[in-house]
C-alpha cells in the first residue's frame, strides 16, 4: 500500500502566526489540503498527519478531512526534527508499504511528480528514494550529496555543510519514498548529533547507504513544486505561483484574462468560452460563470453562478445565482441567496438580498430589495426600500409582474403590490396594492404664498 506520512508538527516561527503555519491559505485553501488532495490523486490511500505546535486549530481542520492524526510532543525537553515526526506515525507503516513522506508546508507539489517518484522508486529497486530538484539559490535547504560515480550519498542540512558542500545546488524537497521495513529499521538510529540538535530524517538516507542499500534521488525541473513555506514572503511567493497555475489553465481554455498577474481566481472555479476579465477580480471557489461573460473592476464572486452573457462591473456576489444577459454594477452588492432571471438589471449601489428578481425586472439605481420576490418587468425606480426589519423580525414582500415601484418609494413589509400595480414615487407603503391601481402614500404638498418674504428672509432683493 501507498501511505503518505505529512509532517506538519513543526513551529513555524518565522511565519509570526499565531495559527498554525499549514493553515494559512493559498489561493483560498489552507495549504495542507493541497498536499493532502495531490497525495490522494497520486493513489496514496491512507494519509497520516502529524501535528504539534499549535495543534488545536489544525486537528480541528483535520477531523474534516480523510487523514488519520497523530500527535508530536512539543514540551521543552521533548526532543524535535523531522525522524522524530515521522517516528510519531510509524506505527502505521507495513514494511512491504511504499511510505511517501510529505511536507504539509509544500503545498506546490503536484500529483504527477508524486506518481514518478513512486514509480521511479519502484523501478530502479530503491529502499529509498529522495525527490529533487535543482535550485539557483539552495540556500536554507538541506543539499543532495553524490558519490564521484553520481550514486547518491547524503543529505547534508545547510546549518551543517561544509563550504563546498554549500556550493551543491541540488536540494532535498523534503519529499521521499521509503520502503516501510527500511524506514523502521533506519529512524531507530537517526541521532541529534548536529548543528541543530534535530533528529534530522534525511539521516536515514546515509545510514541505509552504509548498509549497502540501494537509495537513490529522483530530480525534477520544475522546481517550483517544490518551494517551501517558512516565511510570509515564500507564502506570497508560492500563492504567485499557484495563481499562474490556475490562470494558465483558464486560459488554456478559453477564458481572457487581460493581465493574468492582477487576476485572482481560486481553485474549482469554472468559466465559458469567450468570457473576457479585466484586473482587479476576484473568483472564489465553487463558483461558476458562463460564457461571454464581461467582468471589470474590483470585482468579488463568491460561491455563485453566473449564465452567459453577463456583464459585472464593481461588484460583490456572495452565494446567489444569476441568469443570462444580465447587467450588473457598477457597485452592486448581492448578498446571500439572491436569484436573477435573464436580462435583469441591477444598478449603481443597489443592494439586494434574500430574493429573486424576475426576467427583465430592473433596479438601477440606489436601491435596497431585502426579502423580495419581484416578478417579471418591474421597475424599481430610484431610492427605492424595501422595509424588511421591524427592529425584530424581518418580513416579506412580493412584487408581481409589471409592477412600477416609483421612485424613494418604501414597501413595508409583509405587502403584496399585485400585477400592473404602480405606486408613486415618495410613497410609503404600508397596505397590499390591488391589481392594476395606483397607490399614492404621501402627505399632499401645500405652498404657503409669500412665506419668505413674510418672514424677512430675503436679504438682498
Ligand atoms: C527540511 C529538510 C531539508 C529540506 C527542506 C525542504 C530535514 C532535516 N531537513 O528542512 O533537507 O531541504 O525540508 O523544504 O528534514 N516538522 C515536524 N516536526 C518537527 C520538525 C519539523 O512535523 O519536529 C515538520 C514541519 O512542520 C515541516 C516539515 O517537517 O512541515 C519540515 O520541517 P522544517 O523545519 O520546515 O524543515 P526544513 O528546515 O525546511
Ligand atoms: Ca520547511
Not at 2 to 8: D, T, W
Not at 258 to 285: L, R, W
Not at 309 to 315: A, D, G, H, Q, R
Request: charged content about 25%; overall charge negative; hydrophobic content about 35%.
Amino acid at each position: 500500500m501507498n501511505i503518505g506520512i505529512i509532517l506538519a508538527a513543526g513551529e513555524g516561527k518565522r511565519m509570526k502566526s499565531r495559527h498554525p503555519k499549514v493553515l494559512h491559505k493559498i489561493c483560498g485553501k489552507p495549504m495542507i489540503s493541497y498536499v493532502l488532495e495531490e497525495a490522494t490523486n497520486a493513489n496514496i490511500e491512507k494519509k497520516v498527519v502529524v501535528v504539534g505546535h499549535k495543534k488545536e486549530e489544525l486537528i480541528a481542520y483535520l477531523k474534516e478531512t480523510d487523514s488519520i492524526i497523530k500527535e508530536q510532543p512539543t514540551g521543552t525537553n521533548d526532543p524535535y526534527g523531522t525522524a522524530f515526526a515521522v517516528m510519531q506515525a510509524i506505527d502505521e507503516v507495513e514494511d512491504d508499504d511504499n511510505v511517501i513522506i510529505l511536507c504539509a508546508d509544500t503545498p506546490l507539489i503536484t500529483s504527477l511528480s508524486l506518481r514518478n517518484l513512486i514509480e521511479y522508486h519502484k523501478k530502479t529497486n530503491s529502499i529509498a528514494t529522495v525527490l529533487t530538484t535543482i535550485l539557483e539559490d539552495p540556500t536554507g535547504y538541506g543539499r543532495i550529496i553524490r558519490k564521484s560515480n553520481g550514486d547518491l550519498l547524503k543529505i547534508v542540512e545547510q546549518k551543517d555543510a561544509s563550504e563546498d558542500e554549500r556550493r551543491v545546488n541540488e536540494i532535498n524537497s523534503g519529499i521521499y519514498c521509503f520502503n516501510g521495513k527500511a524506514l523502521k529499521d533506519s529512524i531507530k538510529k537517526i541521532d541529534n548529533n548536529n548543528v541543530q540538535n534535530e533528529y534530522y530524517l534525511t539521516d536515514a538516507i546515509e545510514i541505509l547507504n552504509s548498509l549497502g542499500l540501494r537509495v537513490s534521488a529522483y530530480k525534477i525541473d520544475d522546481f517550483e513544486e517544490i518551494i517551501g513555506v517558512n516565511s510570509r514572503e515564500q507564502l506570497a511567493y508560492a500563492s504567485k505561483i499557484m495563481q499562474k497555475r490556475i490562470n494558465r489553465y483558464h486560459l488554456d481554455n478559453g477564458v481572457t484574462l487581460v493581465d493574468p498577474d492582477s487576476t485572482y481566481i481560486e481553485p474549482n472555479v469554472s468559466i465559458g468560452y469567450d468570457t473576457i476579465i479585466f484586473p482587479g477580480a476576484e473568483i472564489e471557489s465553487g463558483s461558476r460563470i458562463g460564457e461571454n461573460c464581461i467582468i471589470r473592476g474590483i470585482t468579488r464572486i463568491s460561491n455563485s453562478i453566473i449564465g452567459d452573457n453577463c456583464e459585472i462591473e464593481s461588484t460583490l456576489i456572495e452565494s446567489s445565482i444569476v441568469g443570462n444577459n444580465c447587467h450588473i454594477g457598477p457597485f452592486a452588492h448581492l448578498r446571500p441567496n439572491c436569484r436573477l432571471e435573464d436580462n435583469v438589471k441591477i444598478g449603481n449601489f443597489v443592494e439586494i438580498k434574500n430574493s429573486s428578481i424576475g426576467e427583465n425586472s430592473k433596479a438601477a439605481h440606489l436601491s435596497y430589495v431585502g426579502d423580495a420576490e419581484v416578478g417579471k418587468n418591474v421597475n424599481i425606480g430610484c431610492g427605492v426600500v424595501f422595509v424588511n426589519y421591524d427592529g425584530k423580525n424581518k418580513y416579506r414582500s412580493i412584487v408581481k409582474d409589471n409592477a412600477f415601484i416609483g421612485s424613494n418609494s418604501n414597501l413595508v413589509a409583509p405587502v403584496i403590490v399585485e400585477e400592473y400595480g404602480y405606486i408613486a414615487a415618495g410613497s410609503t407603503i404600508t397596505e397590499n396594492v390591488n391589481e392594476g391601481d395606483l397607490s399614492i402614500a404621501r402627505a399632499r404638498q401645500v405652498n404657503i404664498q409669500g412665506w419668505v418674504k413674510k418672514k424677512g428672509l430675503i436679504k438682498h432683493k
